[in-house]
Antibody, heavy 126, light 107 residues
Framework: EVQLVESGGGLVQPGGSLRLSCAASGFTFSSYWMSWVRQAPGKGLEWVANIKQDGSEKYYVDSVKGRFTISRDNAKNSLYLQMNSLRAEDTAVYYC???????????????????WGQGTLVTVSS | SYELTQPPSVSVSPGQTASITCSGDKLGDKYACWYQQKPGQSPVLVIYQDSKRPSGIPERFSGSNSGNTATLTISGTQAMDEADYYCQAWDSSPLYVFGTGTKVTVL
């Protein structure tokens, strides 16, 4: 059974930092692209970042470029999101999600998420 | 950047058919998928590659995509289908684009 379990959320002041983790199990973690997706309270879903199987390629939504860093440790079956210079608008539930793509270059048909974690809440407030 | 627009809400009577639209420029040239999200829960994939159902998703869920509109159809809607639904497609930047979301109410 595929499981994705996020941790690391909490309350942080504006300008502060936080590191989220996602522990994966039930599948060959190193074979999949992985993503972070967030959802502000009462709002819709927003893709944040994703990372290639070997960590050699990373992509971000414009609003977090230069502030957030996605990484992974395949030996530990773990995905991470380092969040710096946090802003009030970063307040959201952050989900770890498995990209369907198992190739180095993804086909258009593979751009969707087939498994999601339960999410971890990040609150940026003074 | 690419945008996907959904109606904020759709109401349906039990046993009837609910149709949820997702509009975007030349969306039919891309692949669309759909997620269901119940209150306090994570999203669940219900349709991928326009019309395919993942294992475990009931047959009453179906999808189509043509022109500028993708549609999620729930046939014989049940009370348990009450949820928020999001469409999603791929674009160059950002890579993944979600629709604005539709709240389905089963009256």
């Amino acid at each position: 059974e595929v499981q994705l379990v996020e941790s690391g959320g909490g309350l942080v002041q504006p300008g502060g930092s936080l590191r989220l983790s996602c522990a994966a199990s039930g599948f060959t973690f190193s074979s999949y692209w992985m993503s972070w997706v967030r959802q502000a309270p009462g709002k819709g879903l927003e893709w944040v970042a994703n990372i290639k199987q070997d960590g050699s390629e990373k992509y971000y939504v414009d609003s977090v470029k230069g502030r957030f860093t996605i990484s992974r440790d395949n030996a530990k079956n773990s995905l991470y999101l380092q969040m710096n210079s946090l802003r009030a608008e970063d307040t959201a539930v952050y989900y770890c999600a498995r990209d369907r793509c198992t190739n180095g270059v993804c086909l258009p048909a593979e751009y969707y998420f087939d498994y999601w974690g339960q999410g971890t809440l990040v609150t940026v407030s003074s | 950047s690419y945008e996907l627009t959904q109606p904020p809400s759709v109401s349906v009577s039990p046993g009837q058919t609910a149709s949820i639209t997702c509009s975007g420029d030349k969306l039919g040239d891309k692949y669309a998928c759909w997620y269901q999200q119940k209150p306090g829960q994570s999203p669940v994939l219900v349709i991928y590659q326009d019309s395919k159902r993942p294992s475990g998703i009931p047959e009453r869920f179906s999808g189509s995509n043509s022109g500028n509109t993708a549609t999620l159809t729930i046939s014989g809607t049940q009370a348990m289908d009450e949820a928020d639904y999001y469409c999603q497609a791929w674009d160059s930047s950002p890579l993944y684009v979600f629709g604005t979301g539709t709240k389905v109410t089963v009256l």
